[in-house]
């Protein structure tokens, strides 16, 4: 027979949860058509292109014949949707379609019912009630919430609310209750929606969080799942009842508040400490946390800031043992903030402790952190913190204040910052500092900043904007880090105290003048400034703004010596550019391992008590050893002493690199052969570190499982003798191939 003639008609009488749509049929289009076999018709429908009669539809059995019109009604259809609509014929097992035709539903209005009822214990006596409301179509004036114990049949008196929060006050401690909430609109109320919710003993001023916990928070075992959620809850204990709440937040990785600029919220009265396993009783010391094995992170998702504090808070708040990972701030148009502090912005007030930050991103300052103070004089600290492998496409890659965009005047800033025992390393910035662009008075005590790069002028490690900043530098080390200008220290004015600027770097020897000290004022004591280069040529101190008189070197070890005319009241020891050597008169570092980055001192090092005793000292050097040793203090930030030194290995390489595998290669940097290396690996964005298995005893180990097409990085470090173990080499990055390639290096 021929293809039966279909058409479809346009629909009619669309509302929004119904339609009408038909079509016309011409059955003397069929050859020898017999109406005694019937035909079935109706329409297609369905809310993607040509919908069949496999999908949703409507028919008709008819024994007519000719040419006839048919309309069906369609219900249960969706609000705001668009439709597809294909008429259709069905003669003897034939199905032919009529073209297609479309409309959408419209918009439906109705008085929107609550969703994600929740209760929160304040205290034994108090519950804070929360709601939402999604897809609003309908003006809602207010809210009425009424309350029951579950075992009482009868509902409270209604409570008008316009917020979509309520503090329900004067219930019993340790019950459990059911609350209802409904909107209430112009000319109708939604439905109730009810949930229920069990007081507390007492006052929640501690609250517990894991991954996966669904109660309040008063214990670990009934611990609160959402880290956003239990920030919001403590900060209103702290608005209601004017009491520090603290929060314990177990191991795991939390992204807060996924749909918004910012993941989490720093509140003031609220200090929240990481680190836990979860089982741990309320007098758990904090200092026997294990960091590594019970890491709590906080991951950004490469697509937003993961924590802010604003306003102007005056009590300091600390946040003690979290990872800060992957966080993102992309710049949005007609957003002031957006582009800065891909990791954190940070107001004033607070100590952090213990953190980590990892691979964030700022499209403006601050990679990591920006700083932005409210007030004149804020107080800062860092302490305990590594900030590695964040980017910044403007200035800053860990950490940066800018203070043209505060709201505070410069001229009167007073910005008290603390770094305590924190390492900078693997950061880059575009532009600047790939590290610190502060204004104020700044503090580094044992801090390293190490690897870091800046690709535009200027400083690979710190700098200044200002000449008007003071800082102070205690038992710090300043090396291997490279830009186009000023690679080391730059635009300072600073007291520097046994500290190192060693084997930085300027790549650029058209713009670069001094890879160590550029443009520096201050005083300098019992510090080494060695081995820094400006396109390959040692250039360690330089100026081109302040006076060679305004910088005070005491008991300081300098490269090739310091010939401008300078302080007269200035001394220091001429250091050679070998590390080693036995020339007589010659004063050589002997650096325990300058390849991969070890500046302890050997015992034959013209560093050695060559120092003078200085009151501000602080008890250990950067390595943790004491900081005297044989009565007088060396020269730089590590103090010998007096045994022979653990190097970590040299000259790793990746070989042989397939898709899931690799052989990693090293050499011995000791004088006799160690007990054990330890390898340890992981991919490039992750947190935590696996360690190879078994002691190594040869100067190779072949990595097997790995993902294809994928960044790892490699760390070694030597096992010497009980006791005596060398610090982590420089970091080998390598990429694995596609599964069947293959890359020999």
């Known amino acids: ?142 809210y009425t919430l009424q309350y029951k114990k579950a075992t009482d049949s009868d509902w409270s008196a209604e409570i008008s609310v316009t917020d979509t929060q309520y503090v329900l006050n004067g219930l019993l401690a340790n019950t459990q209750y059911n609350v209802r909430v409904r909107s209430v609109c112009a000319s109708e109320n939604s439905s109730w929606k009810t949930a229920s919710f069990t007081t507390p003993v007492a006052m929640m001023n501690h609250l517990y969080v894991t991954v996966t916990g669904s109660g309040n928070g008063s214990s670990w075992t009934n611990s609160m799942g959402s880290f956003s959620d239990a920030l919001r809850l403590a900060a209103e204990i702290r608005r209601i009842y004017d009491t520090t709440v603290t929060i314990w937040v177990a191991a795991g990785t939390y992204y807060g508040d996924v749909d918004s600029l910012q993941a989490f919220k720093m509140y003031e009265g609220v200090n929240v400490y990481g680190g836990f396993a979860g089982n741990e009783p309320d007098n758990y010391d904090l200092s026997s946390r294990d960091f ?73 300052d601050g990679g990591a952190v920006l700083l932005r103070p409210n007030v004149s004089n804020p107080a800062f600290k860092f302490q305990n913190c590594v900030f590695s ?44 500092s790939a590290l610190v662009d502060f204004y104020g008075i700044l ?45 080391g220290l730059s635009n300072s004015t600073a007291s520097l105290l046994n500290c190192i600027i060693v084997n930085n770097e300027d790549v650029n020897s058209y713009h670069a003048f001094s890879s160590g000290l550029y443009n520096f004022r201050g ?39 310091f010939d401008f005319d300078g302080n007269p009241n200035n001394t220091f020891i001429t250091l050679e550019s070998e590390n080693y050597g036995d020339a007589a008169g010659r004063n050589y570092p002997f650096f ?39 009565g007088t203090v060396d020269i730089g930030c590590f103090e010998y002493q007096g045994e022979d030194l653990c190097i970590a290995p040299i000259t790793m390489a990746a070989q042989d690199v397939y898709g899931t595998s690799a052989t990693i290669t090293w050499q011995n940097a000791n004088p006799n052969e160690p007990l054990y290396y330890e390898l340890s690996y992981k991919q490039e964005n992750e947190t935590t570190w696996t360690v190879y298995p078994g002691q190594l005893h040869t100067t190779w180990a072949m990595l097997s499982g790995l993902q294809p097409q994928t960044n790892y990085v490699v760390r070694l470090r030597t096992f010497c003798d009980a006791g005596h173990t060398s610090e982590y080499s420089p970091e080998l990055n390598f990429t694995t191939s596609c599964v069947n390639g293959y890359i020999h290096t």
């Open 592 to 630: 325990a391992c300058p390849e991969n980055g070890d500046y302890r001192l050997r015992g034959q090092s013209a560093l050695v008590n060559a120092g003078v005793n200085n009151p501000d000292m602080p008890a250990q050097d950067l390595a943790g050893e004491a900081r005297v040793y044989g």
């Open 523 to 561: 005083v300098m004591t019992n510090c080494v400034v060695w081995g820094n280069k400006v396109d390959g040529v040692p250039v360690n101190i330089y100026s081109t703004i302040y006076g060679y008189d305004e910088m005070l070197i005491q008991n300081c070890a300098i490269e090739g010596g």
């Open 1 to 142: 027979c021929q293809a039966v003639l279909v058409t479809t008609d346009q629909p009619t009488n669309i509302q929004t949860y119904s339609a009408r749509c038909g079509g016309t049929v011409h059955t003397d289009a069929i050859d020898n058509y017999n109406s005694s076999y019937g035909i079935d018709y109706g329409v297609c429908y369905g809310t993607t292109p040509n919908p069949t009669v496999n999908g949703t539809h409507t028919t008709t059995h008819s024994y007519s014949g000719g040419t006839f019109s048919f309309t069906h009604y369609l219900s249960n259809l969706q609000d705001n949707t668009t439709y597809y609509v294909r008429a259709y014929v069905s003669y003897m097992g034939n199905v032919t379609y009529g073209e297609q035709v479309q409309f959408t539903t419209p918009q439906a209005y109705f008085c929107q019912t609550p969703s994600s009822v929740n209760g929160y214990g304040l205290t034994g006596s108090s519950e804070l009630i929360t709601w939402q409301v999604n897809n609003v179509t309908m003006p809602i004036g207010s």
């Open 443 to 487: 503090k580094f005590y044992n801090c390293k900043f190490k690897y870091n790069s800046a690709v535009s002028p200027s400083s690979g490690a710190t700098y200044s904007g200002t000449v008007e900043g003071g800082r102070l530098f205690v038992n710090c080390e300043i090396s291997h880090n490279k830009a186009n200008e000023y690679a």
């Open 292 to 364: 590594d094995a019970n890491a709590t992170i906080l991951d950004g998702q490469n697509s937003h800031r993961v924590l802010y504090q604003d306003g102007s808070p005056t009590q300091t708040v600390v946040w003690d043992g979290f990872t800060i990972q992957n966080g993102a701030a992309n710049y949005t148009s007609g957003n002031t903030w957006s582009g800065y502090g891909g990791g954190a912005i940070l107001a004033q007030a607070f100590e952090m402790r213990n953190c980590r930050f990892l691979h964030n991103y700022s499209y403006s």
């Open 389 to 432: 492998y964040n980017k910044s496409d403007d200035e800053g890659g860990a950490v940066a204040s800018n203070i043209y965009m505060m709201n505070v005047n410069p001229d009167t800033l007073d910005l008290n910052l603390i770094f305590d025992h924190c390492d900078f390393t693997y950061n880059s910035a575009n532009e600047k």
